[in-house]
């Protein structure tokens, strides 16, 4: 079972090798990023600025001629000469440019970058640059530097390099045409940097600049052909893999039959596509694509890089024949990629490295680890000689050395190994504590690492030890990710379920409660982070701080960031800045915590809620059932006041097919006349969910807190008994789950821990109620079925609101009143929000999902849509908003906030709790329902008892097709389930004062005749 996990971690591992930025780096940052070509060096000599008659022209001239001849070392000693006759400073910087190309062609990276380093700090003492030459000369100065940096693995630097270089050429007219690949170089570096939106923007912007070169045919721009090649290879990244191809393939398309005319584009965009069929594993369609690759890479072969090309989509071929388990077939294509190599590039080129690697692979998969070790071992050489003692290159190979030694069982060597990869990662070590900084290649060794464990450590306590000791450098870098103000990084959270199962199995062993509250942390945090983080930052921002603070936090992340991205000679002189930039931050933490402690609590709170607390909140009818489902192992956790345990659950292929059905029976009104499906269905899910605690839940009321998976499942339809569908009188017969209990939902404990701690709103009760119309008025005939989605005429809505606003103070605007202008500029001030109307989910991009307001033209400002993204933006006070449309709960599961709805908008926005349909709402049964809500809430009943009493109320009196759980079971209540403190009306008070005038005139009557 390991082995197969380690051989998993390494497939994915090559899945993300595959692409290795190799090629993109060729095709967007120009031949002259991995060989500068002879044609340049040519048109330098021919240039008649560099005819000048002074003795440093000559020298430049004299070095030159002598790169074109390979005579590199002489070349860098003739440029070294001319720095005595250079006549100012630009010459001085030209030199240093000359020096730092010609060492770029002995690919000695960092001898290159110290002369450009020096290059632009002579730039940086003249003010003003005005002449074109200069501005030449420094805008290439910035561009090559740009490069180094890039193949030195320092994203940041290469952005700031193109920053500098956009900042230099701003509104020159004679650099227009290198505004397109700056954005484009802006891209790449993002794309680097896992910073794919940013990159996304920036492909865009090269377009645009791209089309705006040409009006005649702008699509045959060669940047607007790689500006979608580019965003074709971001794409795939974010595994949109279906848009990649559909960019590139545009990329073919504009191409057509005259590939001989645009060859280098055809060539790089057909290895791109057979990159994407690699990863798809369809290895006939992958070498397809290869092939059509050299097809056009032989157009032209009088190309400068050929015999790189050439060697790139060889070695993807040989990749691929790996992938397809032809291992003789890989060699074979390796063997020819070598050749090509050494046309190409000296022997100590890091592309050998590459090649190395890929041969141990194929040695590796083929399983002969003998002679892998022996490719990787020579890899590790080639990595140390390219890029120092600490790369995530290097990283890479530690990592497949210590998996071979792990398959020959050599488990302590694998281990060493395992470590070494750790240790050689430059995103790693802070502090003493593991922090990986988008690493997959940390991660995957960390995974294997926790693989190892019962081999290394046969003592189970010391494996524990261990374990837990590897699962808080996980935190630590959770940690760090909120101190630079990020995201944490997704391969970390894949982690989470490697750490999980082992911590499991220990857990059944030890039954140690330590374990068993790692186990609830896990589970937690990879459900809140997101969402809590965004909920905490929103409330910190409400408890303001001076500016002084906010800037002093700035200045440190943006420190600590540029340290962690920056390549170090002085290992020593890097952990000690990091030392003290993170020994700022603590103190500015502290400070702030001793100044504001009301915003410390709220911005650097991200600790998952522990079980005692969970425990502690709960009242004696409340048990909260929390699920994780994995890949390998699921588990439910119970928490009730009396006990907290944790057992595990079995996802087969019965489970995963059961749960299809279940929701496609309830969500297709076509299927709403099939039982059996439901009913079959049903019953499953719940022996699967819910028999194995009912011991533990007796006749509780239960909030789930749901995995992934089980998300959009309205647990209340889900069947306590078998029953035969023959034997079915009426749905309202049916053994629900409903009728034994409340049901409510949270995203998290975490979350809904918080949202207990605080307040109600101050906004007494007051309910804001929309309801829009569409095209007709109150009084119209209607069929029953009608829907709450597309744009049709809704007549129950106003029958909703009229019965909400007879029970509570409320505030209602209906028909062409129900604007989103409206929304925007009072909803903050209410206790509950609801809209009655019309909800449509976008499958492809939920955050355009939308609810519909108003559309009238008098609403100038705003479409009418309440997007979700829209509420993202927006700040909003309520206890409450009820949703009462179609699909405001649906949509796509994101890690760390659970669905990405409408919803979910709505609680971004900071409503403690959602009234939310998982489906399709019927107009007249969605009415109904609503009513006996609002009745229950005005009775003072909890949200999750007042829905539970109206879907009831609702099953028992209709007839047998309206009593399906199409009609009434798509609503779920989602987080705090406190009552709706209920703002009495004036006529309410009204009413009291006249009662109490009765009581009064009664007691004096009494007064009056009673006997002295």
Known sequence: ?????????????????????????????????????????????????????????????????????????????TFKSSFRHSQNLIDSIEANYEIAEAFDRRYKLDSSLLYLDEAVRLMNEKKEVNDFREKEIFAKVYRKWRVIKYDLGDYNGARDASLKEKALIDGDT??????????????????????????????????????????????????????????????????????????????????????????????????????????????????????????????????????????????????????????????????????????????????????????????????????????FKKAIQNRKQAFGERSAQLSEIYNELGVSYYEDKEFILADTYFDSALYSNPSLELNSKLVYENSTQAILTSSNKIMNLENTHPNIRDRKSALMEIYQGIIDQANMSFILGEDISEDIISLFEVIYIETQNLYTELQDTELLEMLWEITEYDKSRRLLVHLNEQNAFESAIPESYVERQQIIQDSIESVLSTEFDDKKLRDSTLTVLNTAYDNLIRELGTKFPEYHALKYNHEVVSLESVQKSLNNSNAVVEYYIGDSTSHVTVITPELIETRRLIKDSLFEASLNSFQLSLRKPDKVPEAGDLIQSSYTLYQYLIEPISDLIANLDLIIVPSPELFTLPFDVLLTQKVHPNEISHFKSLPFLIKQRALSYANSMTLLNNSLSKPSSRNNGRILAFAPSFGTNRSFQQQYDTLRNGLAPLKWTFNEIENISGKFKSDVFLEDNATETRFRSIAKDYSVIHIASHGMVNDVDPMYSKIVLSTNESDSLNDGYLHTFELFNTTLNADMAVLSACNTGFGKVQPGEGVMS????????????????????????????????????AKGATKDQALRKAKLDYLNSSDNLRAHPFYWAQFIANGNMRPIKRSASLAYYWYAFIALLIVGSIIRHRNKTRPV
């Open 902 to 937: 409408l919803a979910q908008g709505f609680m971004y926005s900071g409503v403690k709790s959602t009234i939310m349909s998982l489906w399709l709402a019927n107009d007249e049964s969605t009415a109904k329902i609503m009513n006996g809500f609002y009745n229950e809430l």
């Open 174 to 375: 004679a650099f227009v045409k290198r505004y397109r690949q700056l954005y484009l170089n802006m891209s790449v570096e993002f794309w680097a940097m896992a910073k794919l939106p940013e990159a996304i923007d920036m492909a865009y912007h090269s377009l645009s600049s791209s089309t705006s070169l040409d009006d005649e045919d702008p699509n045959k721009v060669p940047g607007v052909l790689r500006s979608h090649m580019m965003l074709g290879l971001i794409f795939d990244n974010m595994g949109q893999s279906e848009k990649a191809i559909a960019h590139h393939k545009l990329v073919l398309d504009v191409i057509g039959d005259d590939v001989e005319k645009d060859a280098y584009n055809y060539m790089a965009t057909s290895t791109n596509i057979g990159n994407i069929y690699m990863s798809w594993e369809d290895h006939t369609k992958a070498s397809e694509y290869f092939n059509q690759a050299l097809v056009g890479l032989e157009m032209i072969n009088t190309h400068a890089t050929y015999w790189i090309f050439k060697f790139s989509i060889l070695h993807n071929l040989g990749m691929n024949a790996t992938a397809a388990g032809d291992y003789s077939e890989a060699q074979r294509f390796f063997e020819q990629a070598s050749v090509a190599l050494g046309k190409g590039v000296p022997n100590n080129h890091p592309k050998y490295g590459i090649l190395a690697l890929s041969i141990g692979r194929n040695f590796q998969a083929s399983g002969n680890n003998p002679k892998a070790i022996d490719h």
């Open 1 to 77: 079972m390991k082995s197969m996990i380690l051989r998993k971690s390494i497939i994915l591992l090559r899945a993300n090798v595959t692409y290795c930025r190799a090629l993109c780096i060729i095709v967007f940052m120009g031949p002259m990023s991995v060989f500068s070509g002879v044609e340049l060096w040519k048109s330098k000599i021919s240039d008649p600025v560099f005819q000048d008659s002074s003795q440093f022209r000559t020298l430049v001239a004299k070095g030159l001629s002598l790169v074109e001849d390979g005579s590199i070392d002489e070349a860098i000693n």
